[in-house]
């Protein structure tokens, strides 16, 4: 995890909620600065924060930290997505065969 963790998390915040920093800050009884640094990139959240952040956002911990996930499945158009679903790149390698 790192920055690209952080990204998903604002881009499910943004995008799938109407909550500001603060509001999921006080759902997760930790400070807004605590929950600016996940999106930043600066800090990991704890496993138990990751399944508690995953069930906010309706979406599994895998679509939480898988790099670019969130932003593919905006960008396709499917929401929040579903791990049935292609990534970009498994896309690219099913136009090659």
């Known amino acids: 995890m790192s920055v690209e963790f952080g990204e998903n998390l604002r ?3 943004e ?6 920093q603060s509001q999921i800050a006080e759902l997760l009884n930790i400070d807004r600065s605590t929950y600016t640094n996940y ?3 600066k800090t990991e959240p704890d496993i138990a924060t990751i399944q508690r ?3 906010l956002f309706n979406v599994s911990c895998d679509e939480l930290i898988k790099s670019g996930y969130i932003k593919n499945e905006r960008a ?3 929401g929040n997505g579903s791990m049935e679903t292609m990534t970009k790149s498994e896309k690219q390698v099913m136009d090659l065969l």
């Open 15 to 20: 995008c799938t909620s109407e909550f500001t």
């Open 53 to 55: 952040l995953a069930e």
């Open 39 to 41: 999106e930043l990139g």
């Open 11 to 13: 881009e499910l915040r």
């Open 76 to 78: 396709e158009g499917r």
